[in-house]
């Protein structure tokens, strides 16, 4: 019987190829889609996006737009 470990990852740092160094970074919503949501990692030091995420619903619910 395997047990899910990890649900979900979220990075706290990102190579930058603007400041070229590994950064910390800032993760903010970027658009809320029908089939999830998607992130942008951007650099905590200079503000140059470094990455994006997409989390799809897991509770497969539809989006309600009132």
């Known amino acids: 019987m395997k047990r899910q470990q990890y649900k979900d ?10 400041c ?6 800032r993760k903010r919503l970027l658009l809320v889609l029908t089939n999830g949501e998607k992130y ?3 650099c905590a030091f200079c503000g140059t996006s470094v990455g994006d ?4 619903n897991r509770d497969n619910q539809p989006l309600i737009i009132r």
Do not use: E, G, I, N
């Open 20 to 25: 070229r160094q590994a950064v910390p970074v």
């Open 9 to 18: 990852f979220d990075a706290t740092q990102l190579f930058c190829p603007k």
């Open 40 to 42: 942008d990692y951007t």
């Open 53 to 56: 995420k997409m989390v799809s």
